[in-house]
């Protein structure tokens, strides 16, 4: 059973608002017992939510489907190839973000093009369009999308003097969150980076670049806030996360369990969506609370960060393919953009 054809019988995307009792086939069932890469700590708000899903899907099916949780550090894989390690079944599933396996599906660029797709709102309504072809891509590649989620909104966060205006970001050297952030950087006169997670804070200190793009939430939860005196909220873009199982793996699901977990998926679409608007918020608030500097962009600031990436969005499709010239207009067409 397909999750789009799943989803379409169900009558909703969004979440389901019961469960229910799943029937017990007659016959013993084989107990899957699965691997579920992830990418933050331990202790972190998408580790611990992904945990509940888990706890979730083994109550629901009677314990015939297993998700063990592995946190960041735990498996011997990069973030950038979640993607991979689920085709190759390494795990049965992971957390793959848009921005660190667009390596692997380069078309997932799409929902992180700077400026286009900027808050949740705008995200729901760009998957109802883009979701297919995004399903199409994991199946290339053995996976199975369970569910998406909104992870916050990527802005600016740096040390010196507080950035007020893009104007200000001129010259200075800004660490990326992906490719396209980097051309958002790039055309607004400033110098990007790249780094990988693990060298911010030191690179930071040293003053080796100004600021990076994340969001409020990302920053704390990785307390990077100690770093930085000023942020600039311009929400270039949504930061978006696909959880994926293996095809063969989900296959190997009875009828009955795999209903569940596709129900408790979008469940947890939902709840997702919901706790991360708010902790964004609050992250923003913390950080305010702690005398840094929390700049709004302006109405006119915004207009002209758009007029600027718009030139870049078709360039982008173009060397990406058909497929994405395609997906890229009936987003923006969706979007009014």
Known sequence: MKRRDFIKGLGVFLGASSLGTIPKQAWPQN?????????????????????????????????????????????????????????DRFVEGAGAVSDFVAGSVPLLNLMNLPMLVTNLDEMTKAMKIFLPYAEKEFEKR?????????????????????????????????????VADAQFIQRLGAIPVAMPNTEVPQAMQRGVMDAFIASAFFTIGSRWDDLINWAYLIDLAVISVYELVSIPAFKELSAANSKVLLETAAKYNTRWNQEIVELEKKARVDMANKGKKMAQASEKDRTRAIEVMKAYWPEWAKSAGPTAVEALGRVRETLGK
């Open 31 to 87: 107990i899957a017992k699965w691997k579920y890469y992830y990418y933050t700590p331990p202790l972190h708000h998408d580790t611990v939510t992904i945990k509940d899903f888990a706890k979730d899907v083994q109550q629901l099916t009677n314990n015939e489907v297993q998700i063990t949780i592995f946190p960041g550090g735990e498996l011997p894989y990069p973030p950038t190839e979640a993607v991979n390690i689920v085709r």
């Open 142 to 178: 053995g996976a199975e999308m369970l569910f998406w989620h909104f992870n916050s909104q990527k802005s600016l966060f740096g040390r010196g003097k507080p950035v007020a205006s893009l104007d200000d970001l001129k010259g200075m050297k800004i660490r990326s969150f992906g």
